[in-house]
């Protein structure tokens, strides 16, 4: 038998993975797809066919299209902050000065945090009577009373959005410290002689360098931001007044709270292509940077 892996071996050998992954992904799906186009109450219940009466009642929802924007508002606002904080502070770690080491070792501490202790945090930074934010602000003369953060619609989205960031940035960092160690050092040399200033360096020496990892960090970051369920509900349950309420945290309350569970089906089907459309157009723009050779 030589080594040459035929696509009947290739198949064989993936057969376990295919089988373990129909079972946990493929079966669920189809559960839920055949529980979209149905009235259940309950999630494993029957109902009936109804067919696409939960997706034409979900598109006339003003919930639903409120819910869309307050997502898409999450996500873009929150991946933006984490991109522009990740490389700033990757250029700042990037130097040669003492306590780098130290510094770069307590970056990842914010990302190893579970999510849910990340959000428990910032709910005592937010905490309208006791809040660190609060006294801090207070103290500095910028505020002269306490704010209830995450209880003022105008502003617990925006508070949300810094909670999050801060627990993402540091692997856009780490991502963006890895590609600075492979810019060529006679680069680096050659546009300091040239006369080329910091910004111009950034700009045509660093940029370059970074854009691909970056984009994989950008696309991998908006999915996950887009699907964001956790902090949302363990610092505001979606309120106050649904001004927090995402899609995640909608497709939740239809099948648990409000036991619509064909419409809660509908609904989490909707994030999956949306999700999966985000998906291949990660892989288009890896293949567009790698030259089409991915």
Do not use: C
């Amino acid at each position: 038998m030589n080594g040459t892996l035929t696509p009947l071996r290739a198949w064989l050998l993936m057969l376990p993975l295919l089988v373990i992954m129909l079972s946990v992904i493929g079966w669920p799906f189809v559960d839920t797809l055949r529980l979209s186009f149905t009235d259940a109450r309950l999630v494993g219940t029957g109902g009936e066919y109804v067919g696409l009466e939960n997706y034409r009642r979900l598109f006339a929802s003003d919930a639903f299209w409120r819910a869309f924007r307050i997502t898409t508002v999450f996500a873009v606002v929150s991946v933006l902050l984490e991109m522009v904080l990740g490389v700033l502070v990757a250029l700042l770690l990037f130097q040669d000065f003492r306590g780098r080491n130290i510094l770069r070792a307590l970056l990842i501490l914010p990302w190893a945090l579970p999510t849910v202790v990340n959000a428990l945090l910032w709910r005592l930074i937010y905490n309208p009577e006791y809040g660190a934010l609060n006294a801090l602000l207070l103290q500095s003369g910028l505020m002269e009373e306490y704010r209830s953060w995450l209880g003022d619609p105008g502003s617990a989205l925006a508070a949300l959005i810094v909670a999050d960031a801060w627990k993402n940035f540091p692997l856009v960092a780490l991502i963006s410290l890895a590609a600075l160690h492979a810019v060529p050092q006679a680069i680096r040399a050659a546009a300091i002689v040239d006369g080329a200033n910091a910004f111009a360096r950034f700009r045509y020496v660093i940029l370059p360098y970074l854009a691909g990892p970056l984009m994989v960090a950008m696309v991998l970051r908006t999915i996950e931001a887009f699907k964001v369920f956790d902090i949302i509900w363990v610092m505001t349950r979606g309120g106050p007044a649904n001004s927090t309420r995402t899609l995640s945290i909608l497709v939740y309350q239809e099948a648990f709270s409000f036991q619509r569970a064909g419409s809660g089906a509908s609904l989490a089907l909707i994030i999956t292509l949306a999700v999966t459309l985000l998906a291949v157009a990660y892989v288009a723009m890896i293949r567009r940077a790698a030259g089409g050779k991915f």
